[in-house]
T-cell receptor, first 114, second 118 residues
Framework: AQSVTQLDSQVPVFEEAPVELRCNYS??????LFWYVQYPNQGLQLLLK??????LVESINGFEAEFNKSQTSFHLRKPSVHISDTAEYFC????????????FGTGTRLTVIP | DAMVIQNPRYQVTQFGKPVTLSCSQT?????MYWYQQKSSQAPKLLFH???????NEADTPDNFQSRRPNTSFCFLDIRSPGLGDAAMYLC?????????????????FGPGTRLTVL
């Protein structure tokens, strides 16, 4: 089975400052990795994903994440955050055996301070 | 726009009174999922349908049931809600065209239904 650890439950950061949200995973098989964002009282929206190929993946709103197999990490970064980035961020992993199940971390609450 | 729709967005029920949550999708995805997300916790998979095949997670209580009458709709039935069942319930869909070969696709989530149990 897979598991995901998000070490930081809350991350406050000033507007226009850089941010890194950490994610580590554990799995005995090859995995796919995802970051989802959840705004208050809303469902989860896919931010970016790693399936194969380039280990650096980017989203349309300036976030990026790098898959590091040796460190079993998939940290999310943004060089300059906006107020609108305030949300809960979930890292998730699924295996490649066809089970099609996502295992989520406990989430990181990003608060951008004006 | 193709999307995942959940109704209602907010549901209030009484302790022990059966309740049904609805999910529909216009994505024509063959896999549909139900997750439970309690306050400040990660979403937890309850079960999923792969086409018409129902797949229950081992630790999902018997109190939770699901129906999928067609590709577009999936229902979550809670037979006797308890106070501990108050949560956000998330529906998701994905395409998995080659299940045994391990070809899986991204899950797309609906906005969720927040269930309150009085």
């Amino acid at each position: 089975a897979q598991s995901v650890t998000q070490l930081d439950s809350q991350v406050p950061v000033f507007e226009e400052a850089p941010v890194e949200l950490r994610c580590n995973y554990s799995s005995s098989v090859s995995v796919y990795l995802f970051w989802y964002v959840q705004y208050p009282n809303q469902g989860l929206q896919l931010l970016l994903k790693y399936l194969s190929g380039s280990t650096l993946v980017e989203s349309i709103n300036g976030f990026e994440a790098e898959f590091n197999k040796s460190q079993t990490s998939f940290h999310l970064r943004k060089p300059s955050v906006h107020i609108s980035d305030t949300a809960e961020y979930f890292c998730a992993v699924s295996d490649q055996t066809g089970a099609n199940n996502l295992f989520f971390g406990t989430g990181t609450r990003l608060t951008v301070i004006p | 726009d193709a999307m995942v729709i959940q109704n209602p967005r907010y549901q209030v029920t009484q302790f022990g009174k059966p309740v049904t949550l609805s999910c529909s999708q216009t994505l024509n995805h063959n896999v549909m999922y139900w997750y439970q997300q309690k306050s400040s916790q990660a979403p937890k998979l309850l079960f999923h349908y792969y086409d018409k095949d129902f797949n229950n997670e081992a630790d999902t209580p018997d109190n939770f049931q699901s129906r999928r009458p067609n590709t577009s709709f999936c229902f979550l039935d809670i037979r006797s809600p308890g106070l501990g069942d108050a949560a956000m319930y998330l529906c998701a869909t994905s395409t998995s065209r080659m299940r045994l070969a391990g070809i899986t696709d991204t899950q797309y989530f609906g906005p969720g239904t927040r269930l309150t149990v009085l």
